[in-house]
């Protein structure tokens, strides 16, 4: 299924920082020695690929996206507790690669596989029906009302991640922001590949116990803010 929109202006919109304080010397040992080795490369424009070539030195049993990774917390918990699966994040924020460059080493993990960039057109990228999960959380808001076209939950979002998703695979997107709750429940209500998974309030308010806390949402927690845990079945 082509995607029916076009996606979202590429990353030369991006809501925060692109760079926050710098890298450290580790870090940037970590970016020159340790990052080409696991780079996730796009392919040449317009051409698809099976997101499982990026792990061909290791059978994978599946692949998952992380979309955003901010410090990297929760995909390199689900690349440790899961071996068998390889985990690609995509994350433009220097820094947050950074960090998930040094979770890596810290833990030796060997099924991560990283993009410094937009997820976007990695996204487009892949060939239909080749990811088990893909991960959204705490996606940036961008509030004001004019900006509401640069969030990357969209109709061309629902429709790239149905198509990359296998029959059975699940989107998960966290938010503590009510109206981009409603947001993406709206776009979801739109999007008929997906059946929203929740039967009671409980299971979008109470975070499952394979879906690990971020930085980002610990602060939010801190400060009053009751994050939402959507999760989305693709049919
Ligand atoms: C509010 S932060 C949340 C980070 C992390 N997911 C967490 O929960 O801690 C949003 C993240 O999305 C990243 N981001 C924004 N636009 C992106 C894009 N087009 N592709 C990939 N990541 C993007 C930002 O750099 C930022 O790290």
Redesign the pocket.
Known sequence: MAAAVDPPGY?EK???RRQGKGLKPRQARLFADLLPAIAATRPTQGAKIDPARFFDDRHVGDVWLE?????G??LAWQAARNPEIGMIG????LD?VGKLLGLIEDEALKNIRVLHG???PLLESFADSTLGRIFL????PWPKKRHHKRR?VSPWFFAETARALRPGGVLRI?SDIPDYVAWTLMHARGAPDFEWLAETAKDWRLRPADWPQ????AKSIREGRAPAYLQFRRR
């Open positions: 990353i991006l809501y925060g979309i955003g990774f901010g410090g917390e929760h995509a994350e433009p924020f947050g937009d997820a976007r959380l705490h996606p940036d990357m966290a971020t930085r980002y949402e």
